[in-house]
Structures are given as structure tokens and as C-alpha cells.
């Protein structure tokens, strides 16, 4: 849509930018938040007509996006774009009478951008539009549906010039007879075989093995269709790519019967072991045939989905038959060793595919296979590249998305297997989640486990030599580094938190277990503030810059307020019943350390100096002594946790920066009683909460394997900071 021809209903790319970001962090659903505006609803009295007015759209968008100040310019604008909505291609038509806007307009467009599956909002924009509940929708209602459609699509960067043609192709083949109308079944079984329009509601998971999953892709280079052969064309995005084996299409071409995606199971046990390769025709220009070594031209050879050899489709029955997965082969789970199982074998049905094949999963010799965990809210979108990129890589079968069940899934899946490793991409607080997981699972063996550190802190991250965040290297290195790095078992302890008063109000205490830290005192008091101000306005933190930048904010408050100073009259501290003595200390903080990592690469505890005489290690578990606790190294598996004590929020920063080399050692000890006399905030690996006063006891719970990664050059694949 051409916006020099509607100045006053269109929105710019920014716009569009900006209601994305407020989306992303939104809960709620469109087609709970109409339910306001209908009869007997909350927010009824705005409704008229099937239209809402300026105030009860922005209460729309303030109830659908989950935020109370949203900007009214912005609303503004929004509310004039609808105003305009089309009621046919030219778009000239009137707004609505009575200057409101059609709230099924509204809704219709916003289903298409959220999250959900595609036959659900196929039946939501279509009982949208059914005003009457005759299950039948006339053409022109029709026509405002996709109109909706192309404004989404337009905005996500979509050519509406192959689009719009490919929609209006599924309408004439949904309305067989031509009677002008169409039922609610000819519309989502038309919307199901649509392949464009699937791919614009967000189509993210196959109904059937061998089944594509598209996604709408601007390519830098001459690339061609896999249908018909001739280059994709076009300024935006031109064509579509499968995820899982990028196989190439234009929109138009992808209704037409393309070959099928790479298997991912086999049906029988007849079949598992059996390895053979799957061809997917591959643009392989100037690739050498790995059978005759001559180039392969364009479109005139195969690549194998699990090994990547490429031959000449002349050559494909010349070469050995059997695959051996290639470079990655340590790591994949080959479709060879995922057979479907019937129901009495596995009841659980954590692992049923849409079209009802329940899986299972054998061990093969010699391989480690990698159980992949993404969480795609970790590090804006970059969790969701990384979850694309290791489908690709690796097994779709093993590369598990957490916002769809968390990891017990994956778990199971893998449960028969005694020799497999874990890779989870996201913060430490996706750790911490995976580890209790694995936890209840009970499973035979205890894998060891690699981090792809996604977002900002990842302190857990940086310990195991995994560095501070994914900067977009290539993943084939990362996988690399996990076959050549070494088992490091980490101490993770329990904490419990018994308030003195357990009437008095608090915020709910978010872990029960430390993998990383615990503190009280100054830092707690500025990750609460940051904290808070995130849950209010997700919006303004949405990027690893303004997270720091906000962070930096209210450290400086802290440091002007000094909320936590004379900590030491308000909080003491035991050592296996042996007292910390803290009254020659100013102190605002208290750090409990697991890791000789805190605030995003802070080291508390510092380097240690060597002993002047006698062995190392000859002292008691409980060390309270400063200038023996000034020797004592940290150590992730000695079942011991660090003591720090630190001065303020400037001290924090001095550390951070390197102008100071430590907090102030307090004591080294394997339990930790603590008692607070008043409110205090108080944080786990990052999580704050308000405490009231309470008695907090900390003791060893178990260990968990996890994989450090082997020393980094000064150039590595990570930014530390």
C-alpha cells in the first residue's frame, strides 16, 4: 500500500515496528479481550454498532497490549489507520459512520500478528465476520477479511504483488459453486491449503511428517525457485524457505505439489539403523559433485539433508548409499533412530506428533546426540534465529522450543538414552529452569550440559567459558566447542526463607534452589527497582543497550538514596552456628556466592593471593579469618559458598570496571544462616523480591554436570561484557 496516497490512514514502518514490540510482550489474546466490549462486558458502554469510539479503542489497546500508558499520539494514529479501513482494493471507500472504528476490523488484524495457530484464527476471523451466526460468510465479507491480511502481510515486509493474487486464487477455489458465499468449513479447510496464508498466520509446526515449514525470506543473492525454476524476484521479501531444509519457493509455487521436506522418523523397526541419505534439490552452483568432482550447475543437483554431500542428480545412485550425517554427526539424531511405537508402549503422549505417531528414540554407537532447549523470549528475537537455525542443523525432532511445554518434552523424549548432552539457549534463568527440571524427571543418567547464553547477565554463562552472549556466529562452531569441551560438576544448594511474621505481606521468594547467588542489601535493591520497572513497561526494555542503560539509571538513584546503608544493624549472619562479625564494616550489601560471577561479569571474591607457608588445604570447612580467607580460591564443585560483603552501589560499579578488585571476603562456609529484622530486598540468580524479616538457611542440595568450554583466543565467537 502506497502510504502518499492515505497520509492520514497509513502507519510507517515504525509504527508497525513499535506495535510489534509492545505484542511480544503481551498475554492476553484478541479474542478474549472483545469479549469486554460485547454485552455485559467491562468495557460495553464504548461499543456501538459493531464499531468502538477513540476512548474505547485506546482501552483496547491499552487491556490487549497490557500497557497503562500507552502513547496517545501513537493511538491516534492507529485509531485514524482504522478508520480508513478498506472495503475494497482501491481503497477510497468512507470511514465508518458515526466516526468510530469496526472493532471486528481491528481484531482481525491483530489475530493475524499474535501467536496462535493458524485454524484458530482462521475460525476466529470468520465467526469475526459472521455478525448473523448463519455460518456463512458473503464475498464482500470475505474480501475485508483478506484486505485485513494484506495490511498485516504488507507491513511484514511481504511482496502484497504475489500475495494477493495466490488469496484471491483460494477464494475462487473455496467457492466451488459459485453461489457467492462460503461456510466456515470450505473457509479453513481453503486457509489449511493455502500455504502463503498459512505462513502469514504464523504456521510454526507440521501436521505431517515430510511437511514444510515455510517462512517468508529476502534473499542477497540470486536464488531460484526449486517449482519452476525461474530466479525469485523482487525488492522485499521474495519467496518462501522450509526452516528445516531450505527448500526454495516463490508464493505462487508453493501450492503447487513441491517434493516433500526430509523425513525426521521412520515408521518401523524394520527401518531403524537403516542409514540412508535424503536428496532435497539444492541450488548447488558451483558446488563440486561429490561422486563425479565435476561443478554442478544451477538446480541441477541434490544436497543430502544429514551428511550435506551434494551430487549431480545424474550421480545421485553412483555415490555410497549409506549416510553418515557429516561433520555434525555427534550431534544429530538421524531419522534411523526415531521410530514410531503404538499407543501401549507409551502412554505419556509427550512425544505424539499432530498426525498421532507416538516417537521413540534408540542409541547409536559412538555418538553423543544433542538435546537442543531454546527459549525464544531469551535475548529479544535472537532466541527465535537460533531456535530456526538449529532445526536446520540438527534433528527437528531434538531441538525443542520452551515456550511449548517446557522442557519435560525433550526429557522424555530422550530418556532411554545413557549417553546424550543437553545444549540450552537462553539466560541463567532458563538454566535454573532445565536443572529442576531434570531434577523431577528422574532420569538414568544425569547429561552434562552446554549453554548458548542468550539476553544480558548469563554469569553462569561466563564461568563455563561460554562467554557473555550469542553475537550470531556461526552455530556450526559453537557445536564444535561442545565436542572439545570437559565435564564440570557445579554445586547447587538450597535455600529456605521462613518469615518472622507469616501474616506480614511479602512478594512470593522465586526459587527454592541457587545455582549461581544469593544477596541481600544494595544490589537486590537496584534488580528490584529494574525489575519492577520492566513488569510495568515491557516496551522500554527490549533491547541488551536499554537494559544497561536503565540499569546504570538506578544504580545511580541507589547510590544517591543509599535505601540499604547501616545493613549491618538489621541483619546477622551464622556460619555452621559460627557468627560473622560485621561491626567494623559500613556495609549496603551481602553477596553468597556459587560462581566467581555476579552482575554480568563482576568477580566478588576476586583473584587470591598464594599462601606464605604450608600445604594448600589445610584449614576447616568454615573460614571467617580475613587474612586466610584472602589465600582461598573459588571453586564451582567444592560444595563450599563464598561470603561478600560490599560497600555500595559506587563499589559495585568500581568492581565492574576493574577500579577495585574485590568486595570485602567475610567467610568461606558449606551452610549459611541469616536473620533480617526488617523489610529488605533480597535476590536469586538475579530475581529480586521484597522480604520481610525472616530467618534464611542455605544449605548443599546436589551437583550438576555441566560442559566448560575449552580457553577462547582474545578473538572468540563471544562478547564478555
Sequence with gaps: MDSSEEPEGSLTPVDFIQLQHYMEYSSQRVKDVIKEFQPGGRLAQHSFRE??????????????????????DFCQRLFRYFQHVEHDDSGKSPPPEGGGVFLHDVSCYFSVLEEGQPREKLEFTFKLYDKDCNQLLDSAEVDRIINQMMRAADYLGWDATELRPVLKDMMTAIDVD????????????????????????????????????????????????????SMLLGLGKQGLC???????????CANKNPEPCARTFVRSKKEIGVAAHDWIKADCKSTKCQVCHKKIKTLAGRRCVWCQEMRHNECLFLGLSSCDCGPLRDHIVPP??????????????????????????????????????VNPKSGGKQGFRVLRKFQYLLNPRQ??????????????????????????????GTVGWLLDAIDKENLQVHPSIAVLPLGTGNDLARCLRWGGGYDGSDLREILKDIEASELVPMDRWSIQVIPDDPQEAG????????????????????????????????????????????????????????????????????????????SSMSLEGIAVLNIPSMHGGSNLWGESKKPNSGPEGEHSEIITDRELLKTISQDMSDKLLEVVGLEGAIEMGQIYTG???????????????????????????????????????????????????APTKSTGFFHHK
Design 51 to 72: 464499531r468502538v469510539d477513540a476512548v474505547g479503542f485506546c482501552l483496547f489497546l491499552k487491556t490487549y497490549l497490557e500497557v497503562d500508558d500507552f502513547p496517545a
Design 507 to 582: 512478594d512470593p521468594v522465586p526459587y527454592e534452589i541457587i545455582n549461581n547467588y544469593f544477596s541481600v542489601g544494595v544490589d537486590a535493591s537496584i534488580a528490584h527497582r529494574f525489575h519492577s520497572m520492566r513488569e510495568k513497561h515491557p516496551q522500554r526494555f527490549n533491547s541488551r543497550r536499554k537494559n544497561k542503560l536503565w540499569y546504570l539509571e538506578f544504580a545511580t538513584s541507589e547510590t544517591i538514596s543509599a535505601s540499604c546503608k547501616r545493613l549491618k544493624e538489621c541483619l546477622t549472619i551464622e556460619c555452621g552456628g559460627k557468627s560473622v562479625d560485621l
Design 399 to 428: 531441538v525443542y522450543n520452551l515456550s511449548n511445554g517446557g522442557p519435560a518434552p525433550g526429557l522424555h523424549f530422550f530418556r532411554h538414552l545413557r549417553e546424550f548432552r543437553i545444549l540450552v539457549c537462553g539466560g541463567d
Design 178 to 229: 459459485g453461489n457467492g458465499t462460503v461456510t466456515l468449513e470450505e473457509w479453513v479447510k481453503g486457509g489449511m491449503n493455502n500455504v502463503p496464508l498459512l505462513v502469514l498466520l504464523g504456521l510454526k509446526m507440521t501436521e505431517r511428517d515430510g511437511q514444510h515449514i515455510w517462512r517468508m525470506k529476502h534473499f542477497n543473492k540470486p536464488t531460484y525457485c526449486s517449482v519452476c525454476h
Design 659 to 709: 577500579l577495585k578488585s574485590a568486595g570485602h571476603r567475610l567467610a568461606q562456609t558449606p551452610q549459611i544462616t541469616i536473620r533480617t529484622t526488617k523489610a529488605l530486598p533480597m535476590q536469586i540468580d538475579g530475581e529480586p523480591w521484597m522480604q520481610p524479616p525472616c530467618t534464611i538457611h542455605i544449605s548443599h542440595k546436589n551437583q550438576a554436570n555441566m560442559l566448560m568450554a
Design 242 to 252: 522450509c526452516t528445516f531444509c531450505k527448500y526454495t519457493v516463490h508464493s505462487h
Design 336 to 373: 534411523w533412530a526415531i521410530y514410531a511405537v503404538p499407543k501401549e508402549e507409551d502412554t505419556s503422549l509427550l512425544n505424539v506428533t499432530p498426525d498421532g505417531h507416538i516417537l521413540q528414540i534408540v542409541s547409536i554407537p559412538n555418538i553423543h546426540p544433542l538435546l537442543v532447549f
